[in-house]
């Protein structure tokens, strides 16, 4: 049997002519068309209705077994009208006394009762959809309802909506910095707020913003100490790099001719390096100490705070010898003495990783053969 399913979603029928729904059958179909007409001539659905008889008598006069209905949802949303739909289908499905299978014809006047078309098909297999349009105003609802959706949605909303305001306001801010006489400021810092835009949305970087600031709200939250190590380790970051180029403008200073690069490399690592150190013992310190009060702290971490020793104390001698100001004696004693640091605490940590995660398997296999 072929069930043509005639969708009026925000339930014209029922609201304008009392009529209650699901209505099955020829006669009963009929009689809700006169009553909508009657109501109001104008409604859309009302086309829905007919095109449904009309499917209903072709078919029937070919000898096919066919019956027709008309299912409504609700004015009170998409997800509420939706699963109104659902339950008359069940109805209309429950009320066919038949053994042979049922398929669907849907019957609609538009994209937006057309959304309801995945609940139909989780019910009844469907053999086709007929929208029915005016001729006379074909495709406008489907354009007011795809332009309704556009807006609904919140990124496609920022996506299209945010760049045409910017390209609206170009021509009064013009006006606005021709009057105050800075007509290229105005112009250039919205290019510049337009181009910032595009190249964020292109790069995903809205996205990347709001992770990196829903992790810092989270470790605010949460008592990390990692997100307080971080913000003293920009802050030593960038006292670093002042101290850096304070320490090149003097070597400069100190000396008439022009400095070669590996000279001018070495001022900026020299006084920069002591901060850059601490910076890291902030961060990796502030790090373990939020792995170890989370309980998933691993000896091998402990290593971090000695390779940022290590790895400073090897750039400042290497800096100073450049300086002139160690010799080769020193610079020997420092680079074996950082890579001797660093050796150490590897070996020293992986030796106290084995033999504690041993102590550890022989207490599980202790209280194992206890229990």
Same mark, same amino acid.
């Given at each position: 049997?072929?069930l043509?399913?005639?969708?009026? /979603? ?10 209650? &729904? ?15 007409? &009657? ?40 997800? @509420?009208?939706?699963?109104? %739909? ?6 209309v499905l429950a ?19 057309? *959304? ?5 098909? @989780?019910?009844?297999? $469907?053999?086709?959809?007929? +929208? ?14 795809t ?6 949605d ?7 909506? $945010?760049?045409?305001?910017?390209? /609206? ?22 290019? =510049? ?6 190249? *964020?949305?292109g ?21 990390? &100490? ?5 913000? %003293?380790?920009?802050?030593l ?39 850059? =150190? ?21 000896? +091998?971490y ?32 420092? /680079?074996?003495?950082? &890579?001797?640091?660093?050796?150490? *605490?590897?070996? =020293?940590?992986?030796?106290?990783? *084995? +033999? ?13 053969? +206890?229990?």
């Amino acid at each position: 049997m072929l069930l043509v399913l005639c969708v009026d /979603l925000d339930d014209d029928l029922g609201r304008k002519t009392g009529f209650s &729904t699901p209505v099955i059958g020829r006669a009963p179909v009929e009689e809700a068309a006169v009553a909508l007409a &009657t109501a109001d001539p104008e409604d859309s659905d009302l086309n829905v209705i007919f095109q449904g008889l009309h499917i209903y008598d072709n078919l029937a006069d070919r000898g096919e077994s066919v019956e027709v209905a008309v299912v409504t949802g609700n004015d009170d949303g998409d997800v @509420s009208a939706n699963r109104e %739909v659902g339950d008359e289908v069940d109805t209309v499905l429950a009320s066919l006394s038949t053994g042979e299978d049922v398929t669907a014809l849907v019957v609609t006047d538009g994209a937006q009762d057309e *959304s309801v078309i995945p609940i139909i098909r @989780s019910r009844v297999p $469907i053999d086709g959809v007929r +929208r029915v349009v005016v001729r006379q105003a074909q495709n406008l609802e489907s354009m007011y309802y795809t332009i309704k959706q556009v807006l609904d949605d919140p990124e496609t909303r920022g996506t299209v909506l $945010i760049p045409l305001g910017i390209l /609206l306001l170009i021509y009064p801010l013009a006006l606005i910095g021709t009057v105050l006489n800075m007509p290229g400021i105005v112009l250039g810092t919205t290019s =510049a707020l337009l181009g910032f835009y595009l190249i *964020s949305r292109g790069l995903g970087l809205g996205d990347r913003l709001d992770s990196a600031v829903e992790r810092g709200r989270r470790s605010l939250y949460a008592g990390r &100490t990692t997100l307080l190590a971080y913000v %003293v380790a920009a802050a030593l970051f960038v006292l670093g790099g002042v101290s850096g180029i304070d320490t090149l403008e003097a070597v400069q200073g100190s000396t008439e001719a022009d400095l070669e690069v590996p000279v001018m490399l070495a001022a900026l690592v020299n006084g920069s390096i002591l901060w850059f =150190a601490a910076a890291g013992l902030t961060t990796s310190l502030g790090q373990i100490t939020d792995e170890y009060i989370a309980g998933a702290l691993e000896w +091998r971490y402990l290593n971090a705070p000695f390779y940022v020793l290590s790895i400073a104390i090897v750039l400042h001698a290497v800096s100073a010898f450049f300086l002139d100001e160690v010799g080769i004696t020193y610079l020997a004693a420092a /680079l074996t003495a950082g &890579t001797l640091l660093g050796i150490v *605490s590897t070996l =020293a940590f992986a030796v106290a990783e *084995s +033999r504690f995660s041993d102590v550890d398997r022989e207490d599980g296999t202790r209280g194992a053969e +206890r229990a």
